[in-house]
C-alpha cells in the first residue's frame, strides 16, 4: 500500500478535529512541508470513513488580489455592488444544505499569510456573531455546518484580536522528518 500512518501526523489530525469542536474557525500553523494540507485530507476522509460525514472545501490564497477584488466592491455612481471572490464563495459556502446532505461540512481553507490588510473584516466571522459583513452593508452568517481554516506559515503580522478568536495547531515539519519523502519515494 501507498499509504504510511505516522504517529506524530495523527496526532495533528486528531488536534485539529478537537480544535474544531469548540472553535469554527482554526489556524494550523507550521512551515512549508510540515503536512498541513495533508492533515485536513486525512481529517476528511476519517470522517468519511467514521461518520459518513463528508466535506467540501473551497481554497482561497486572500493575498493573491486586491481587497475590492477578495470582498467586492460598490460603484460609487450607480450604487451596484459586485462581489469578490471571497464573498462569492461565503455566500455559496453558506447555502442550505440540500436534502439528502445533511452530514456534509464546508470548509474555506485561506491558504496564505494572515495579515491585518485582509483579516480584519473576518473578525466579526471568527468571533461568536459568526458574521461576515461586506462594504455594500449585507451581512452573511456562518452557518453551523461551514468553517473556516487558516494554513499559515507564521502569525507574525496577525493581531492580537485575530489570534484570540481562532483555535491554533502548531504543525512542525521537524516532527514529520524526512522519512515518509523517502519511503514513498522508494515504494514508487
Not at 18 to 36: A, C
Not at 138 to 166: K, N, W
Request: hydrophobic share 35%; glycine share 6%.
Amino acid at each position: 500500500s501507498d499509504i504510511q500512518v505516522h504517529a506524530d501526523q495523527v496526532d495533528k489530525t486528531l488536534q485539529i478535529f478537537e480544535t474544531q469542536i469548540v472553535r469554527h474557525t482554526v489556524m494550523i500553523v507550521g512551515p512549508t512541508g510540515g503536512g498541513k494540507s495533508l492533515l485536513l485530507k486525512t481529517l476528511a476522509n476519517a470522517r468519511q470513513k467514521h461518520d459518513g460525514t463528508s466535506h467540501k472545501t473551497w481554497i482561497i490564497n486572500p493575498k493573491a488580489q486586491p481587497i475590492n477584488e477578495l470582498y467586492g466592491v460598490m460603484d460609487p455612481y450607480t450604487r451596484d455592488w459586485t462581489d469578490g471572490v471571497l464573498s462569492k464563495i461565503f455566500r455559496e459556502l453558506n447555502q442550505p444544505l440540500p436534502l439528502g446532505k445533511e452530514n456534509e461540512l464546508r470548509w474555506i481553507i485561506f491558504d496564505g499569510d494572515v495579515d491585518a490588510i485582509w483579516v480584519e473584516n473576518m473578525n466579526s466571522v471568527m468571533d461568536d456573531n459568526r458574521l461576515l459583513t461586506l462594504p455594500n452593508g449585507e451581512r452573511i452568517r456562518l452557518q453551523p455546518h461551514c468553517g473556516m481554516i487558516c494554513e499559515v506559515f507564521d502569525l507574525q503580522y496577525a493581531s492580537p484580536a485575530t489570534i484570540s478568536r481562532c483555535g491554533m495547531v502548531w504543525v512542525d515539519p521537524k516532527n514529520l522528518g524526512y522519512r515518509p519523502y523517502f519511503e514513498r519515494w522508494v515504494n514508487q
